[in-house]
């Protein structure tokens, strides 16, 4: 083997003259990237305009740039409350930022992701996608169906390069070449006195399935985003949910959202459990959190049992129902002065720590009179401690029914429930109420064990704690597309890291009989990008075909149309390839 001449260099070399112009096209069609020629400005013209703003739009600078500025615009729908998700903060927003407020709701920040601006971002970056994919696309197909160019003249002028000398006939030569690069599996074909061959193209097959994947994850954003929907409902146990728009607590959808998309089911809360920890540093922490249910789908559906867990919820069609919260309802009973019943049921109260302190309000509405026989309202204020320890009366010091206490404070008058505008549940408006007083004149306030009553003064009536159920909240969700989205983020996973750590390269292998008539092998290579992978390729290619097309001769001089810029090396045919001296590194 002799006169060996490699380089480190994947990276194609300018053509210094117009013999080698055929080095272009050695390294024409390595990517599908469209060439961006741009258009003489002066005399464009209407329809030179429109085409120098579609090439810009639609390249990848402008995607990568557009796809930051939807970046951005994301973070004010992050941090600003949303009139979508919290209409109540953003009234709030606006009573206590008097330039700001007006500033925002101009600017289309309390509803960022249906304002103009963020929608024009969206729609942009979509055509820009698509009228670069398509294009790239159609190229690679026409690629595929291409066979690779034939060989340069000068394959010595190739980054990475090698030649020796062999008594095989260059038809042998050729034949043994290309089943070799078949078998490593090139696309190898005949070129005249040369084998041509390509490999590598799953890096172009992951570059597309990368951007085709962003559109298919952007268009399931957009898709669930206007036909979503997110419901909560609190549940005692013993009750039902039954999905539709007038069962739920809160609710909120898409702008294209139709009721007549709320899959058609319901369910009862049998049992709730929770299980905490007991001793240790972690004492209270939530070990277990699990609703026994008993669903049906459809009006007929066939009644089943199911345990719903946290971050294991029930999936009924396109819907999810997780189970997101958990609290107490004490079972309260109050009697007017004449001992009639007038209030019999549980109360949700709201957890204020992680020991599930709870407080709230019992509001009794209808049916009540005082002890002259006057209709009024009764509003008790309600404080519950799950686990009661002496001495702390403000906390619950477990989550757990251990020693439950409920702290009372009644009052009487108008709640304000029949003025026609919306209050709290949770929340006790005393505008028009008054506290009942004991003897001393102090406010009447007493702690009640299960089973315990407090007698309202001047024969008004009585409170009674019957006991305690427990409620749990439920999110009931449906976001379609949502599978659509997670295998688009999966593939473009996949995408990415093939376009990333493929590498595309070609190898020519030409055969010729020399002037003293020995035959003279030359191997080329050449990458997309500079990588060590094309040389040390080469150099085990070389190797193999060296032992397998018969042995070589002694060195006779120089190969065929040597390169003068060129130095010389002659390593052993199975040794990687290394840079040749005055090539660039």
């Known amino acids: 083997m002799s006169n060996s001449t490699t380089t480190g260099s994947t990276s194609a070399p300018a053509p210094e003259s117009g013999d080698d112009q055929d080095l272009g096209a050695a390294a024409s069609q390595l990517s599908t990237a469209p060439q961006e020629d741009a258009p003489g400005l002066p005399g464009l013209g209407v329809i030179g305009w429109a085409r120098w703003f579609w090439r810009q739009l639609t390249s990848m600078r402008v995607a990568l740039l557009l796809l930051f500025l939807l970046s951005l615009g994301a973070i004010p729908g992050s941090l600003i409350p949303q009139s979508g998700t919290d209409a109540t903060k953003v009234a709030a927003f606006m009573q206590r930022h008097s ?36 294009p790239r696309t159609w190229q690679f197909v026409g690629q595929l169906r291409s066979r690779p160019p034939g060989a340069p003249k000068r394959l010595n002028r190739l980054p990475a390069y090698t030649t020796w000398r062999t008594e095989a006939e260059p038809e042998q030569v050729r034949e043994a070449a290309l089943v070799l690069l078949r078998k490593r599996r090139f696309r190898a074909h005949p070129a005249g006195d040369a084998v041509a061959a390509e490999k590598g193209y799953l890096r172009e097959v992951g570059n597309l399935a990368f951007h085709i994947a962003l559109i298919v994850m952007l268009t399931s954003f957009a898709w669930g985003q206007l036909y979503k929907s997110e419901g909560n409902k609190l549940i005692l146990e013993g009750d ?25 089911f319901s369910f009862n809360l049998k049992d709730f459990k929770g299980t905490y920890e007991e001793s240790g540093p972690n004492r209270g922490t939530p070990r277990t959190y699990e609703a026994a249910i008993t669903y049906s789908v459809g009006a007929y559906g066939k009644g089943k049992k199911r345990t719903i867990k946290v971050n294991e919820p029930l999936v009924i069609g396109d819907s999810k129902v997780y189970l997101t919260a958990h609290g107490y309802a004490p079972v309260i009973t109050v009697r007017d002065g004449k001992g009639d019943i007038v209030f019999d049921q549980p109360v949700a109260l709201l957890p204020l720590d992680s020991n599930v302190t709870s407080s709230g309000a019992i509001k009794v509405m209808d049916g009540y009179r005082d002890p002259k026989g006057v209709e009024e309202q009764l509003g ?30 009644p009052y009487h008058g108008d709640l304000g ?39 309202l003064p001047g024969g008004a009536g009585s409170i009674t704690y019957e006991g305690t159920k427990e409620w749990a909240n439920f999110q009931v969700t449906r976001q379609p597309a949502a599978g659509w989205a997670l295998g688009g983020a999966i593939v473009a996973i996949f995408g990415l890291a093939g376009s990333l750590f493929i590498q595309r390269r070609r190898v020519w292998v030409r055969a010729v009989k020399g002037p003293d008539g020995v035959t003279v092998v030359e ?15 080469l150099g085990d290619l070389a190797g193999t075909l060296y032992d397998q097309a018969s042995p070589g001769v002694p060195d006779a001089g120089p190969g065929p149309d040597p390169d003068p810029d060129a130095g010389s090396r002659t390593p052993d045919p199975d040794t990687s390839a290394v840079p040749a001296e005055g090539a660039e590194k």
């Open 99 to 134: 330039f700001l407020g007006p500033l925002y709701e101009k600017l289309g920040l309390f509803h960022v992701y249906s304002s103009v601006w963020f929608s024009a971002i969206y729609i942009l970056l979509f055509i820009s996608l698509i009228g670069c994919i398509v």
């Open 380 to 409: 008790i204020q309600a404080f519950f401690l799950p686990t009661y320890v002496p001495g702390n009366e403000i906390a619950s010091q477990f989550p757990a029914l251990e020693n439950p206490v409920l702290n009372l404070a």
């Open 240 to 264: 039902g949910f039954s999905n539709t728009l007038t069962q739920y607590d809160d609710f909120k959808s898409g702008t294209l959202f139709d009721t007549d998309d709320l899959d058609p």
């Open 417 to 455: 429930v029949n003025a026609g505008l919306p209050q709290s549940v949770y929340q006790l408006d005393k505008t028009h109420m008054k506290a009942y007083k004991d003897a001393k004149g102090k406010q009447v306030r007493e702690n009640l064990k299960p089973g315990e009553s407090m007698q």
């Open 523 to 537: 191997m080329g290579g050449l990458g997309r990008s500079e990588s060590a992978k094309v040389p040390e390729e």
